[in-house]
T-cell receptor, first 111, second 117 residues
């Protein structure tokens, strides 16, 4: 069964607008971590943001925020004020024992 | 900045060849990982290592082996390459001890796109 589900294979957003990338996860553990990574065309995976399962506040890192809804088991990434350089693949990941990745969402930012 | 370097960006090999993918990190990290990335499947863990000469199987170790003779270097070996091993291979490293497991952040290399013909 899929542990991490990203239902949006591709997304478009206008420059300067906000965009939400969806991620749901499946775990029976109480302690786990949720991550978002960005992969530009250069190939390197870049860490964006982390949310621990016991963290009560939603994580924020600059223009990135994680909308953590524990009861729904969702960890959506919100990018505010999109920039052209945000065009990339975005992966949601969860750590129980190992780090498990979703299939990814390709985001295209249009001018 | 942490630097994880993969020796080749693109590699083309023939079926049956022995293939070595090399990965070096310069931040004295304890942990190193090999993933393969396929469209629609995300990243899947092949092998990982917590220390020199230590290795653990990930989710898809079949057809692969690894070598960690030095802390900074983690090699992925395809003993006899097959066409279904055509993929993007990503190496990663991290520094946190196992006790801090859930918030461990990985640093990735730029990947090696391997084509097996």
């Amino acid at each position: 069964a899929q542990k991490i589900t990203q239902t949006q294979p591709g997304m478009f957003v206008q420059e300067k607008e906000a965009v939400t990338l969806d991620c749901t996860y499946d775990t029976s553990d109480q302690s786990y971590g949720l991550f978002w990574y960005k992969q530009p065309s250069s190939g390197e995976m870049i860490f964006l943001i982390y949310q621990g399962s016991y963290d009560e506040q939603n994580a924020t890192e600059g223009r990135y925020s994680l909308n953590f809804q524990k009861a729904r088991k969702s960890a959506n990434l919100v990018i505010s004020a999109s920039q052209l350089g945000d065009s990339a693949m975005y992966f949601c990941a969860m750590r129980e024992e190992e780090l498990i990745f979703g299939a990814g969402t390709r985001l295209a930012v249009h001018p | 900045d942490v630097k994880v370097t993969q020796s080749s960006r693109y590699l083309v090999k023939r079926t049956g060849e022995k293939v070595f993918l090399e990965c070096v990190q310069d931040m004295d990290h304890e942990n190193m990982f090999w993933y393969r990335q396929d469209p629609g499947l995300g990243l899947r863990l092949i092998y990982f290592s917590y220390d020199v000469k230590m290795k653990e199987k990930g989710d898809i170790p079949e057809g692969y082996s690894v070598s960690r003779e030095k802390k900074e270097r983690f090699s992925l070996i395809l003993e006899s390459a097959s066409t279904n091993q055509t993929s993007m291979y990503l190496c990663a490293s991290s520094s946190l001890p196992v006790a801090s497991w859930t918030n461990e952040k990985l640093f990735f290399g730029s990947g090696t796109q391997l084509s097996v013909l």
